[in-house]
Each structure stands twice: as structure tokens, then as C-alpha cells.
């Protein structure tokens, strides 16, 4: 009888969530999609690629280049070379790094472990300084220390370094930004929580 019962209940919710066209069909796929995704999803991706935050979506303009993928790399060089050149970075080897034309606020991010070691000048990785969210920045400079490894970072649209990227210990590692998965989506969330924010942060992203 229970096994009747729970095939019956099984039916009714298939058909109300494959075949059904209605509110309540809609309402039920997102909140089973929701619960496939958060409860399934997002843990095998976590123990996958090793860090706690497998998807990122990018919320400040901190990486991005003017034009985006159509910029123009020497022009932006040129407007950007001094702070580089500060940590002997020549537009050569920038030219080698990953995100050489940076990101755009609202992108999505994948994310996988940063293995201290493993890390390299011109990688974007993703560290936590106290702020409300993880900062994703490039590194410019790797130092040994007797406490481990230590990493400066810098954003390529900001002017100079914030004060807490000058010394980023290995504790603070999140992870490293490897692929481009979606650009712009991540405005699905963004938009929500624009109003929340200064006037400066607000909107799409200039060059600074």
C-alpha cells in the first residue's frame, strides 16, 4: 500500500513538474532546480575544484579594460604601464598573462584551487581581506617569507594598489580565476543589489 502510495505521490509530482503548464508547475521546477543545484550541483563542484567558491560573479569594474574584448591592448598599456612597470611587468609579458584583456562587471568566473606554490606573476586569484566579498585581482609580485608565501595583487583598472593586496598571505587564498564561463550573465543577480551600493559603484564599468 505505502508503495502504491509513493508511486502515485511520484506521478502527480512528475506530472505537475515535466507536462504540467501552469504557475504551480513553473513554481515547483525552479524551487526542484534550485534544490538539484544547491544541494547537488555546487557540492561536487566544490570538492571538484577544490575551493569553496567554484563560481564567481564579478561585481566591481576593478579588471576591466575599456572595450572589453575588442580593446585595444597597446593603447591600454600605454594608459596602464607605470604601475606595472613597478614590479618589472613589460607589456611582453603581460601580454602572456591570462584575462590579458581583464573582465567585465557581471561576468561569471570559474573558479579552482590556488596552490600557493603553483601561483605565478600575471594569475588572477581570488582572496579574502575583510571585506564583504572576496577581491579577485592579478598578482604582480611573489615573496618568500619564514611564514610561507606571500602575494601582491593589483586591479588592471584601478590606479594603484589598495593597501590590503600589498602582502596577501596563503591563508587568505580562496582560489584562481581560470576560465571565462559566462560573460555579462551574472547581472541576473547584480541587479538586485545595485541600489545597495555607492553612486561610484553603480552601473557599467569605465575606464578609470
Known amino acids: 500500500m505505502e508503495k502504491k502510495a509513493w508511486t502515485k505521490f511520484w506521478d502527480n509530482f512528475w506530472n505537475v513538474f515535466w507536462r504540467e503548464d501552469s504557475f504551480k508547475g513553473w513554481l515547483i521546477s525552479i524551487i526542484f532546480l534550485f534544490i538539484i543545484i544547491k544541494g547537488l550541483f555546487f557540492p561536487i563542484l566544490t570538492l571538484t575544484t577544490g575551493t569553496t567558491l567554484p563560481l564567481v560573479i564579478v561585481e566591481s569594474c576593478s579588471m576591466y579594460h575599456e572595450g572589453n574584448l575588442l580593446s585595444n591592448q597597446t593603447s591600454w598599456w600605454q594608459d596602464h604601464d607605470q ?48 571585506y564583504r566579498n572576496p577581491i579577485i585581482h592579478r598578482v604582480v609580485e611573489i615573496k618568500q617569507t619564514e611564514q610561507g608565501l606571500t602575494f601582491a595583487t593589483i586591479g588592471d583598472n584601478n590606479n594603484g594598489q589598495l593597501s590590503i593586496e600589498k602582502t596577501i ?9 581560470s576560465v571565462k564561463l559566462v560573460p555579462y550573465f551574472g547581472w541576473v543577480k547584480l541587479i538586485f543589489f545595485e541600489k545597495t551600493k555607492s553612486s561610484l559603484d553603480r552601473g557599467f564599468c569605465q575606464k578609470n
Open 83 to 130: 604601475k606595472y612597470n613597478k614590479f618589472s611587468i613589460s607589456e611582453m609579458e603581460f601580454n602572456d598573462f591570462i584575462f590579458k584583456k581583464g573582465f567585465n562587471k557581471g561576468d561569471i568566473l570559474f573558479i579552482t584551487r590556488a596552490k600557493p606554490e603553483k601561483i605565478q606573476v600575471g594569475d588572477v586569484i581570488i582572496f579574502n581581506a575583510n
Open 169 to 177: 598571505s596563503e591563508n587568505q587564498l580562496v582560489g584562481k580565476a
